[in-house]
């Protein structure tokens, strides 16, 4: 029945003389060996490796002023179903179509995977094989210079008569409203971000907290030079009730030297709780929402959200080398320096903010237009605080190593 169903609506696009349809599909398999991935390894610990694969069918059609796309997605471990076994595994990773209204307003309903800015606070989350996308609405006006972009998304679980209970999925959000502004001039771009996420209290049907985050972007292009600053504050409630009131800011310079490489030198800062402070009953630790949890403070993960600095917060000093152009290769070399932002303590007594150095290698070959394939290798070299905050006394060196092969043809255009 669903190759009959599919046959139908392929055929019905085809025929259609005005239609523009495209169907496409991407393979990722990735190799991963774990040695210290994520928290340390000790004396007793054995390495991790297994194989996780993405597989996704796209369909993009367009009719007018209408596009719409349609993204059925299976993500999986190699060897997770036994085998002559039929398991469910497909999903929708998006499902949306968009109306262009006029020549400045569009107008786009469904679910759909959505990046904005440097990805930092808001992503569709590339790197996990799963990926992440939002069940909503978004409005955009582009015109020249100017960019208005809003999202807004109310999830439930269930179809109900009365009431708004979300108490099912109680760890999401049960209210979205994010708010993109740009303003791009000569060599300067103004931006700002503002999002409002909402939770429903643990324990009741009627009761939310809100948060809401927001913050400039500056950013400055000229030439080979390429400036940017990040500030963002957050207020509200978190998802349990408490009060917020944490900040974020990031600064980074990159120069290219010519189609060989460019170098990148920078910093993020995420302020934290202070752990010598037991009469503070506010949540200091700022979080990064939607945002990317991978590559931005080191490929090997271990500070991604506020329990993994256990909310002390986080300093990120970072060195980037990019070989941009070799014989289709990408050669990357980034260095992390990285601490907590506030006091920690350990057996009643304050404790060094040092955390970690790592160190990531990253070669990206471009085989042909379809065939990616990427390499990397992370190690990491933590202090005698990383072992506190772990809550495990580390041993040797801690490494990971990754292999991924991206291959995405075209079936029909």
Request: charged letters at 25%; aromatic letters at 16%.
């Amino acid at each position: 029945m669903k190759r009959i169903l599919i046959s139908v609506i392929f055929i019905t696009l085809f025929l259609s003389g005005k239609a523009q349809l495209k169907i496409d599909a991407e393979y990722r398999p990735r190799f991963e060996f774990r040695d210290g991935y994520y928290t340390l390894k000790t004396d007793e610990s054995n390495p991790a490796y297994f194989v996780t694969q993405r597989t996704r069918l796209n369909l993009n059609h367009t009719y007018k002023n209408v596009t719409s796309r349609l993204s059925i997605q299976d993500s999986r471990i190699w060897g997770e179903s036994k085998l002559k076994t039929d398991v469910q595994g497909l999903s929708v990773s998006e499902a949306y179509f968009k109306i262009n209204l006029n020549d400045y307003w569009a107008f786009t309903a469904g679910r759909q995977a959505i990046n904005i800015d440097n990805k930092r606070l808001f992503t569709a989350a590339n790197w996990n094989q799963i990926g992440l996308s939002h069940d909503g609405i978004t409005l955009d006006y582009i015109k020249e210079s100017f960019n208005f972009k809003t999202i807004t998304a109310f999830n439930q679980t269930k179809i109900s008569n009365f009431g708004t209970d979300y108490s099912a999925l109680i760890s999401n959000y049960k209210f979205l409203n994010v708010i993109w502004l740009e303003k791009k001039f000569e060599n300067l771009t103004l931006a700002n971000l503002t999002i409002t996420d909402g939770f429903q209290k643990e324990g009741t049907t009627n009761t939310d907290y809100y948060r809401f985050t927001t913050g400039a972007v500056i950013k400055y292009k000229k030439s080979v030079n390429d400036i940017q600053l990040r500030g963002f504050y957050q207020t509200g409630k978190n998802k349990t009730g408490q009060d917020v009131s944490a900040y974020y800011t990031s600064a980074s310079y990159e120069r290219k030297f010519g189609s060989i490489f460019n170098l990148t030198g920078g910093f993020e800062y995420m302020s934290g709780n202070d752990l010598s402070d037991e009469t503070n009953e506010k949540d200091n630790a700022f979080d990064i929402l939607y945002g990317s949890r991978h590559w931005f403070n080191g490929m090997m993960d271990y500070f991604s959200t506020p329990k993994t600095t256990k909310n002390a917060g986080l300093v990120n000093g970072y060195l980037k080398f990019d070989f941009i152009k070799i014989k289709n290769w990408k050669l990357s070399t980034h260095y992390h320096y990285l601490a907590l932002a506030n006091e920690y303590v350990y057996e009643d007594e304050k404790q060094d903010k040092f955390l970690a150095n790592e160190l990531d290698l990253v070669g990206t070959w471009m085989v042909n237009d379809i065939i990616n394939l990427q390499l990397g290798y992370g190690m990491l070299f933590g202090g005698k605080t990383l072992e506190y905050v772990k809550g495990v006394e580390g041993d040797g060196l801690q490494q990971y190593f990754f292999t991924m092969i991206t291959v995405k043809p075209t079936f029909f255009e």
